[in-house]
């Protein structure tokens, strides 16, 4: 960054009529300064070289929850909030949903393009022949109380897969890192499972890996005399896409906090565990629970208006409502809208669906919804299907992490790989007392 007194700013480098840079005049000293400006971003230290005097540590950008700052550069998703566009690796999330299988979209969003067929066998084979957990963990599963919430017994769990694969500390080997990432897509499902199974006291199920990805968690979900667990195909390829749906959502919160725990160099079981436990808040993946809790709540249609008018009062959130990103309808509540119909057919009409329409219909004429720009995002719909295919609403944002879980680690690969990347450690703008001493002798 040139500095330059008020008078004179530095003559910028054009390569095109539009000059690349930002003109920044600070009215403490009356400098000028010329930022650049790259991919539509200047970088926050060019202006903490702006400082007043030799003992001003310089301008700092204050940014509670990142609303304009871009922590990463990215290559593997894509959102327009404004036109509700969502793509991986380039390609629109309908085509993505409507085509490809979960472990291809995985596949996907680690390599950056398609498998080919070949690949995809290969990928396949590797990911059923890491279903299997350790029996250690199935005991550390059993130790939770009987109402511990899946979601807490997941995070946990996946926490100590790091103590059973030592060797992951050394993700800087491709090999190494590519195991994990293994290890992991394929024991999401089972450790889920097995956490429900402990919950209502089943056996646990063991992976079935003549199934597919999904049909194999469904079986190890409801499976119980059978010799053999048929999935229904509608109910599995319906999973299957919700799964795709939530294979990953660029910087968000949980994204955020694998890539902030995998800064520091931890292993990725670690830093998978940290995303869970971030994913597990209401106001992200646990958002598909808390809308069905809302559901349920309201009761009937003519209750309807009353709730709209409490959130509008600001005493509640409409949950399932709304979006960081989005200003407009979330792409992926569109699909799930749509995959909604197949799954009734299937199991019967969720009897909430009819409070969650009328929601939806009286929202989006709302001038409250319209002038916030509140549009239903993919936790809206999502929560009545699982409901509808026997899933306990526990269950829900457990759902969300195993769909999470290529997502996660595609980012943390990147973060890893990225030369620019450091470790995480905001600044902050400290209020607090200034120095002072007991009075204590
Ligand atoms: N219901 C009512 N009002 C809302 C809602 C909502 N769901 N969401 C935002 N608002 C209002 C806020 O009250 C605020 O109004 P004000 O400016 O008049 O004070 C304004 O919209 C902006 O809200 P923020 O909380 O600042 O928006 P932010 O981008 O930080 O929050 C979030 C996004 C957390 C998703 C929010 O919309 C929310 O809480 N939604 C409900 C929970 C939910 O569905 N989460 C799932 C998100 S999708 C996902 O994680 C997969």
Redesign the pocket.
Known sequence: MAIENATRPVALPRTTDRADSLTVRDDRTGKTYIVPIEDGAIRATELNKIRTGADDPGLLTYDP?FMATAAVKSAITYIDGDAGILRYRGYPIDEVAEKLGFLEVASLLLEGDLPTDEELTVWKDEIVHHTFIHENIKKFIDGFQHDAHPMGILMSTVAALSTFYPEAKKFTEKATRRKQIVRLIAKMPTIAAFAYRHAVGLPYSYPDNDLSYTGNFLGMMWKTTELKYQPDPILERALEVLFILHAD?EQ??STSTVRVVGSSKADPYSAVAAGVGALYG????G?NE??LRMLAEIGSLDRVPEHIER?KK?EL????????VYKSYDPRAKMIKKIADQVFSVTGRNPLLDIALELEKIALEDDYFLN?K?YP????YSGLIYQAMGFPLEMFPVL?AIGRTPGWLAQWEEGLLDPDQKIARPRQLYLGPGERHLSKA
């Open positions: 929850g959502h968000n919160c209401p106001l992200h993946g958002a808390q809308v959130v600001g959130r409409l949950m399932g409502f709304g979006h960081r916030h509140l995002n993919v936790d809206f969300f």
